[in-house]
């Protein structure tokens, strides 16, 4: 499977919101932004050690169903301590039998546009 999935926070965010690069010291919510939330999603994904890419909408992620959904889930997670709401985009391609999809598909576009 592919995914792909943008989020990001809104609202009011928390007391204080973790600073990602000081781990779990927290911040005051005036120093929070939306792409240190970002950055706190992006990190869980790289360090899930699934196959990913990040652009400037979105993350699109390759393995099986469970474990993509985990990594989605905590990176949702993680952004929610930056506000009181969380917007989620998800947009997946199930296809059973393939992986290296994530490169695959490009591929085989280049490959057509010089045809």
Known sequence: MLLAFSVAPSGRPARTAPHSSAGSAAVPTDEASVHDA???AVRIVR???LPNHT????TTIEGEWDEVFDVVK????AVGRYGSRVSLVIKADIRPGFTGELSGKMERLEGALRD
């Open 38 to 40: 970002v950055a706190e």
């Open 47 to 49: 360090e899930s050690g």
């Open 55 to 58: 652009d400037s909408m979105f």
């Open 74 to 77: 905590r990176a949702t997670e």
